[in-house]
């Protein structure tokens, strides 16, 4: 995932991370192959996917070149609740792969 042409880097458990696009063409064929890997090492039965978005401890961006000149959360008509829906998670702004932005993405990231 981008923001604002650069890798997006957020704030997570236990420091910095960067986020799977799940909508890149070869998402599949890399964790397919992350996992191989690891299971050679440590032979699983199965995973837990403990997260259903994508989370960052920063609200939005951690880095200022990260921030767009106009951000969607700015832009919103109406927000459940009235609290930005940037909190604990990626900026609205993040771009995919595949053109959408996580405003479009954010309810499919556990899906993916």
Request: proline share 6%; charged share 15%.
């Amino acid at each position: 995932m981008k923001a604002n042409g650069n890798t997006l880097i957020g704030k997570v458990w236990p420091n910095e991370a960067v986020y799977p696009d799940f909508t890149h063409p070869n998402a599949q064929t890399y964790w397919s192959s992350q996992l191989a890997t690891f299971h050679t090492s440590l032979p699983f039965d199965g995973l837990w996917q403990d997260m259903n978005e994508a989370s960052d401890f920063c609200y939005g961006t951690c880095d200022g070149t990260q921030v767009v000149d106009f951000p969607i959360s700015e832009m919103l008509p109406y927000t459940p609740t009235g609290e930005s829906l940037e909190t604990k998670s990626i900026s609205l702004d993040v771009q995919h792969a595949n053109g959408m932005t996580q405003l479009d993405a954010h309810s499919l990231f556990g899906a993916l």
